[in-house]
């Protein structure tokens, strides 16, 4: 049972607006079972699926008076008929006619959907499409050539999920359907609600009060969630779209391509489901056209002929990840390289100096494309700038992995609503200011004394040396012509550092406010023009905050995007090694330590009192879950009176149990790479970073037995 | 806040509007536009916007655009806290806020006390004002929601000094 919300359309009565989302329903159907089909042709279900969806289309088309609809509809329908009863055998063919015949009725019904009216230009005309659809029919089964066999892929468990969804309903891209069930459930809670105003409107006992406020709570919460859940739709309503997509242009790009999807039942706000589809079609496409190699390529590497893209969506720490992987060519970061110098992107210079990473984030800068040869599918330049461009505007963001000769992973990271962001909030002229946490990469608070030292200015523009890197810093103030007092003076300044479509750059903010969770509420018109704000926020306070577009206002303030900033490369040592970003603290004996940052989730300030021993372990109660705390640091043992612990909460990659590393204070987070073992004395390799030309030691985690360090003498 | 109920003299095309104050000057406005009136309120302000947009304001799980008539009228800001009236054309660009001094009652007038703007005002109010209620114990200027919707205002935008 379903309730369909249909948009006001002017030309069109309800009646056959009615009909149009149905129909468009129907053919989606008819195209999720038609790739199906082709991997299954023996399965009748399917065939039975595509001929009720045509013959749908043409029963209530007579009713209407759609004539040209009718008469396509019916040659459809006769050939679906034969091959109903057995007189046709599945085969490519029929499946590129069927094809054919739903993009036909596609198009009328959205000529109907514009004008009302079925077209008439002389391209309106579908009488070549009902002779070859007649001509298919005409074929006797005997003469049918080569009918499609069974795909060895059915036993795969993507294949299994898609064909029994296939025959679902599917989502019409502009309704919404509603289990009646939730939409009941919103009513009454509604009604709920009302009772608890009237009730609070009639109620002059004070003490009555806090009972009311609690069934006032409970009511919001839940209609909060409900509503919420009527927005999910599953991922798999994208997913279908993509198996037609694939054959079609793997077919047209001399490619044989394989689309496997698991995941699909994950959950996503409907708008966030609409926003990720051009990207991701865009995602799927490079992968066919640029991942996976040609058929000979691939039998020559020692590959199955035929390539497999996957796609995978699953829901991570409250954003949905989708990871779109190929077993292709994978990304040959030479040629990725010389392709940027040659576009002029880097100088041959910076690109000696870049990491392997480093490269791969070329491909994210705009006027950039790989593909040797510029096709219709992709390599036009537009691209996975756009995708990058994409996804950050909903708060999302892109990772790429690549491996030569095994295959690229582009993993697209969204959070599960754009209605509610988590956000940090900064004061600046008396005005609150909401910063996406999506887009904040650090908070570096400057003294006034280090703020003179280190934010150098070239002309006008101002930069901060952070970590060796030129960041370009933005005062708040002065990009949004803030009219208040000089700042106050003495407390130095707050930078956050902030990073969207790869304009990095640091916004100069009078006050740091506490992170919260924000309510978005979109802005109007003439406002939203002004391209500076995403929305407007009530904080918890009552008070407001404008929402900061975080590219919008680093273009603004003319930074660039730019991976790598010149002063870097001319800096950065040649190194064939990857340079790992490491975390620097003060251990046992004042002694400095490193810790690769990517095992580093958190690093909290507690209280004492807040740990205890057990069995000579200490253990902490950390947001629902024990954690064996090692103190790295000695702090406990040499200074039992202290009250204070600076503890980071790390998580080993690969395994699920975090624990804590008490250590006596956080220096610096810097980059380095892992040097060579140099003291093999110990018995087991001692290890350390070497950060600039500084050997630090290195801090290793045992997921069992607690730390082990090993360290040598700092050079 | 005052209450300003008039009685009207004739009952022909009889028709009601509700008043604001901008200072001394009184501005009616048809009831049926009026969505909603807030009275005092802080309305967020928007940084690098003209001066005759005061801001934004959540209301009822949107958020608005308040204009700021005084600004509009090329007057001097408001000393005191000002009032916002919530305010529609039925058209599709929603409703918006105004933000006012004052927000006064609801009169009745008829068309007969309706007489055309002076010519002699400056130009930058004689675009906005749609006629002049003689009443009995004043002068109510006549304006319109539609007329000042913000996304039609940027023609305007050059007669409002910044």
């Known amino acids: 049972m379903c309730a369909g919300i249909l948009p006001d359309k002017g030309n069109v009565d309800d009646l056959t607006q009615e009909f149009l989302a149905e129909s468009q329903e129907g053919l989606d159907r008819m195209e999720r079972c038609l790739t199906e089909l082709e991997a299954h042709p023996e399965d009748r279900s399917l065939i039975t699926e595509i001929f009720r969806a045509v013959h749908t289309i043409k029963g209530t088309t007579g009713f209407l008076g759609f004539k040209r609809l009718e008469k396509l509809a019916h040659a459809g329908e006769n050939l679906l008929g034969s091959l109903r009863d057995g007189r046709l055998l599945v085969n490519e063919r029929l499946i590129d006619g069927l094809l054919q015949l739903k993009d036909g009725l596609r198009n009328i019904l959205e000529i109907i959907g514009i004008t009302g009216g079925e077209g008439t230009r002389a391209v309106d005309n579908d009488d070549s499409l009902i002779a070859s659809l007649d001509r298919l029919n005409a074929a006797e089964s005997g003469q049918s050539d080569h009918p499609l066999e069974a795909r060895q892929s059915s036993g795969e468990q993507g294949d299994e999920n898609s064909r029994s969804s296939a025959v679902d309903a599917g989502a019409n891209e502009k309704t919404l359907r509603i289990d009646v069930d939730v939409l009941n459930r919103m009513m009454n809670l509604v009604g709920d609600l009302v009772l608890t105003r009237n009730q609070i409107l009639r109620s002059e006992a004070a003490q009555a009060f806090p009972e009311l406020v609690r069934s006032l709570d409970a009511t919001t919460a839940d209609l909060r969630e409900t509503v919420m859940q009527a927005r999910m739709q599953p991922v798999g309503n994208l997913f279908r779209k993509f198996p037609r997509m694939v054959r079609d242009l793997a077919k047209s790009c001399g490619r044989a391509v394989r689309l496997q999807y698991s995941g699909q039942e994950t959950g996503l706000d409907k708008s966030l489901l609409e926003a990720i589809k051009d990207p991701l079609t865009h995602a799927v496409r490079n992968a066919v056209d640029h991942g996976i190699e040609k058929p000979e390529a691939r039998l020559l590497a020692g590959k199955p002929s035929e390539g497999l893209i996957t796609l995978r969506a699953f829901q991570q720490s409250g954003s949905v990840v989708i990871e779109i992987t190929d077993d292709g060519a994978g990304i040959a970061t030479e040629r990725v390289l010389a392709k940027a110098v040659e576009r002029e992107l880097v100088t041959p210079e910076q690109a000696a100096g870049m990491s392997e990473r480093e490269t791969l984030q070329l491909i994210f800068l705009p006027g950039f494309s790989t593909a040797a040869a510029v096709t219709n599918v992709s390599g036009r330049g537009v691209g996975m700038d756009v995708v990058r461009a994409n996804i950050e505007k909903v708060g999302g963001s892109v990772e790429l992995a690549s491996q030569v000769g095994v295959g690229t992973t582009l993993r697209l990271r969204v959070p599960l609503t754009l209605a509610i962001v988590p956000a940090l909030v900064v004061r600046c002229g008396g005005q609150s200011f909401a910063l996406p946490q999506s887009a904040l990469v650090e908070l570096v608070h400057l003294s006034t004394g280090e703020a003179a030292a280190m934010v150098e200015s070239i002309g006008s523009a101002s930069f901060y040396r952070l970590r060796g890197r030129l960041l370009p810093m933005v005062e708040l103030r002065s990009l949004l012509q803030l009219k208040t007092s000089a700042p106050p003076t003495g407390k130095g300044i707050h930078v956050a550092v902030l990073e969207a479509e790869g304009r990095r750059y640091g916004l100069v903010v009078e006050e740091l406010m506490a992170p919260e969770e924000i309510v978005v509420k979109p802005l109007s018109g003439i406002v939203r023009e002004l391209g500076l704000f995403t929305g407007a926020a009530v904080l918890g306070d009552g008070s407001m905050a404008l929402i900061v577009d975080v590219a919008a206002a680093g273009q603004r303030a003319g930074v660039k995007p730019s991976e790598i900033k010149e002063e870097d490369a001319a800096e950065a040592p040649v190194t064939e090694e990857a340079l790992e970003e490491y975390l620097l603290f003060e251990g046992e004996g004042e002694a400095t330590q490193a810790l690769p940052l990517c095992v580093v989730e958190r690093i909290e300030e507690l209280a004492r009192s807040e740990i205890s021993r057990i069995e000579g372990r200490v253990m902490l109660r950390y947001r629902g879950e024990t954690l064996v705390l090692h103190d790295a640091g000695a702090v406990l043992q040499q200074n039992p009176a202290v009250a204070m612990l600076t503890v980071l909460i790390c998580t080993e990659p690969g395994s699920a149990s975090r624990q804590g590393l008490i250590v006596r204070r956080v220096l610096d987070v810097s980059s380095g790479r892992v040097a060579e073992a140099v003291d093999k004395d110990q018995g087991a390799q001692a290890r350390a970073v070497l950060i600039g030309n500084r050997l630090i030691a290195l801090c290793e985690l045992r997921p069992q037995e607690g730390v082990r360090m090993h360290w040598s003498e700092v050079a | ?162």
């Open chain 2, 1 to 162: 806040m005052l209450q300003a109920v008039v009685r009207a003299g004739s009952d022909a095309q009889e028709s009601s509007v509700c008043t604001v104050g901008l200072g001394e000057l009184w501005l009616g406005i048809e009831t049926a536009c009026v969505r909603e009136v807030l009275g005092e309120r802080d309305v967020e302000t928007v940084p690098l916007m003209p001066s005759y947009l005061a801001g934004v304001l959540p209301n009822r799980g949107v958020m608005l655009t308040v204009l700021c008539l005084r600004s509009l009228l090329g007057m001097p800001r408001y000393e005191g806290r000002s009032s916002v009236m919530i305010v529609e054309d039925g058209s599709a660009g929603g409703p918006f806020g105004l933000l006012v001094d004052r927000i006064g009652g609801i009169v009745s007038v008829t068309d007969a006390m309706l007489e055309p703007t002076p010519s002699t005002l400056k130009e930058q109010s004689r675009q906005l004002f749609n006629g002049v209620y003689k009443l009995q114990d004043r002068l109510l200027v006549r304006i319109e929601a539609k007329q000042l919707r913000p996304e039609s205002l940027s023609e305007l935008q050059g007669l409002v000094a910044q």
